[in-house]
């Protein structure tokens, strides 16, 4: 399997795009990278990794931050428990660990947050550590390769793909085959239309041989998506708006939003106890946000402030000083329509 190493790194050299974090070696840097790229995309991840490293360059500076400031400069990238994670693990290690990252695969596993991939990833890319990441892009290339038929969600398939990975590593270079594995999956072996005729791989691609590239790779279960209906009451004047914190163990935990009625099917509001008995002024037309395990659809309702009835439990603020405050990105999305 050296001809595997020797192609894809080969081509990794020819290919790669120049990404911030893959011009260091510091375990912080890109923990925080892997951390933010399990949220979102490379190009929009970039400028949020930018923006972290730049507030916090080091772990104990972002120990040091605010809970609310880290949910902040995180606000858009969704899954909030990954925000908190990230701030107490930094906390962990800047307190427990005299703001050294554990040494290697094992030890960083230890750390809240990270599993096998991002533990793979820390250790092969810092220490140059021969542990082999798998991730979506790796399962693609190798079932595509080898043509292999496991289910990659599969108890079966996932050790399988593991043992896999871990045989083709190079122990002298793991830190570019990984990196090369991914970004091959990522640009060229992609989930529809890879590039096949230009491909360096093609003579030992299996699935191309046997016209199998778009079943590749095999997935046994469909994610169960639920449906929720929110509806976002907005009562405010001029100056002023009302929210309220999220305190519930829910999606977006501890983050400020407009005063909410849940339904649960699909309709619009006609009642609106206990803020008020009047109607809007205004409904917005529905925003459907999606979450890995969740659809949420939702509608915003206008009404003058002074019409609100029950004020308990709510935070009368500025709409300046609405921004200040991490707001799901939904609601963001919302206002940015207006
Ligand atoms: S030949 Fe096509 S399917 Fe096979 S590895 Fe190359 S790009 Fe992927």
Not at 64 to 69: K, L, P, T
Not at 196 to 208: A, K, T
Request: charged share 25%; hydrophobic share 35%; glycine share 4%.
């Amino acid at each position: 399997m050296a001809d595997f190493h020797l192609l894809i790194t080969d081509w990794y050299r020819q290919n790669k795009r120049a990404l911030p974090w893959r011009s260091t070696k510091d375990p912080y840097s890109i923990w925080l990278s892997e951390i933010i790229l399990q949220q979102t995309r490379v190009d929009q991840g970039t400028a949020y990794y930018l923006k972290f490293v730049t507030k916090y360059p080091t772990v104990r500076d972002l120990a040091a931050a605010e809970e609310q400031e880290v949910l902040n400069l995180w606000q858009g990238l969704g899954y909030y428990s990954r925000a908190r994670n990230l701030h107490a693990t930094a906390k962990f290690i800047t307190n427990e660990l005299n703001g050294e990252f554990p040494p290697n695969f094992n030890g960083l596993k230890q750390l809240k947050g990270v599993g096998d991939y991002t533990a793979a990833a820390i250790a092969s890319f810092a220490y140059k550590e021969p542990v082999a990441v798998v991730d979506g892009n790796v399962y693609r290339v190798l079932s595509r390769i080898f043509d292999l038929e496991t289910p990659i969600d599969s108890t079966l398939g996932k050790r399988q793909f593991a043992e896999l990975a871990q045989e083709l590593i190079s122990t002298k270079d793991p830190d570019t085959h990984n990196q090369a594995i991914m970004e091959f999956g990522a640009l060229q072996c992609t989930p529809s239309n890879p590039s096949c005729e230009v491909c360096p791989l093609i003579g030992m691609c299996s699935s191309f041989k046997n016209g199998t590239i778009n079943l590749r790779p095999v997935k046994s279960k469909k994610t169960k998506v639920r449906d929720r209906f929110f509806h976002y009451l907005v009562f405010e004047d001029e100056q002023y708006v009302y929210i309220q914190q999220r305190k519930e163990k829910d999606i977006w935990q501890n983050m400020y939003e407009f005063p909410l009625i849940e339904t649960s099917e699909k309709k619009t509001l006609i009642n609106f106890e206990p803020y008020t008995d009047i109607p809007p002024i205004k409904i917005s037309e529905e925003i459907t946000h999606i979450l890995s395990h969740q659809r949420i659809h939702t509608l915003f309702y206008h009404f003058p402030s002074t019409e609100l009835k029950n004020k308990n439990e709510l935070m009368e603020i500025t709409k300046e000083d609405f921004v200040d405050y991490p707001i799901p990105r939904v609601i963001d999305r919302y206002l940015e329509s207006l």
